[in-house]
């Protein structure tokens, strides 16, 4: 008698998770979750210098607001200001957040923190040369978040 019942619970058990997997709920994320992982990929993708795969991470339509207050309207621009930049040391930017709001029914979100900006040759961030805090606002399209607009204020 203990076998079948552990039968019947075992396939108890397999009915619930594989239940879980086909709706989601076993590996859905919160968008605040989903946010910092989006923000993870962006800043690995500017610390490899692949400003490419950061340009995924944003609308087509990103304001950016440089640490020195110019304003960049959208990716063509922003890659334009980048590759202006060729004089200068190659450098890449870690933000850091230290606070998500998320609004689901808007699909909208509020992130701010600070930045940090490296020489790439100090792939171990051990001396920044600049830093300050951002405030970023994140959108949610076609089931993936993206930053809309970022801000940023160098404080150094």
Request: aromatic letters at 10%; glycine letters at 8%; zero cysteines.
């Amino acid at each position: 008698m203990n076998r079948f019942r552990m039968i019947i619970n075992g396939y108890i058990l397999l009915g619930t998770l594989l239940i879980s997997v086909n709706s989601g709920e076993l590996f859905a994320q919160s968008p605040v979750e989903s946010i910092l992982d989006v923000r993870e990929a962006s800043n690995a993708a500017l610390k490899a210098l692949d400003e490419e795969a950061n340009f995924q991470f944003l609308t087509d339509d990103v304001l950016i607001t440089t640490g020195a207050g110019t304003l960049l309207s959208g990716k063509d621009e922003l890659k334009a200001y980048i590759e202006s930049a060729v004089d200068s040391p190659p450098m890449f930017w870690v933000r850091t957040p230290a606070e998500i709001i998320v609004n689901e029914e808007r699909g909208l979100a509020w992130e701010t923190g600070v930045w940090h900006g490296y020489y790439a040759d100090d792939q171990n961030e051990e001396s920044h040369v600049f830093h300050g805090n951002y405030a970023a606002q994140w959108i949610h399209q076609s089931g993936e978040w993206k930053i809309q607009s970022q801000l940023f204020v160098t404080l150094n």
